[in-house]
């Protein structure tokens, strides 16, 4: 099978993907904030550090991509918060 590695070229970014640290940063600390019961859409995710400190980049990501249909799992974020 074939495999593609894309390193620091920018493809992410050109795409409008939340990639850069700050991003994961502002994501965590959302995370760390509030106790999720259920499954998340994008504005539950996304829709609080994340879109206040970065809008730009936030509106970016809504104009781009379908984000009704973005779904994260609450028990997966759990474990995102045991293993840092």
């Not at 940063?25 to 400190?53: A, C, P, R, V, W």
Request: zero cysteines.
């Amino acid at each position: 099978m074939s495999k593609i590695l894309i390193t620091g070229n920018g493809f992410d970014l050109f795409h409008h993907l939340p990639t850069k640290y700050h991003h994961f940063i502002s994501i965590m600390q959302t995370i760390e904030k509030y106790e999720f019961t259920k499954d998340l859409d994008f504005e539950n995710l996304f829709g609080k550090h994340f879109k206040d400190k970065y809008p730009v980049d936030y509106d970016s990501i809504i104009n781009n991509y379908n984000t009704v249909n973005f779904k994260f799992s609450h028990k997966k974020i759990k474990l995102i918060e045991l293993v840092i």
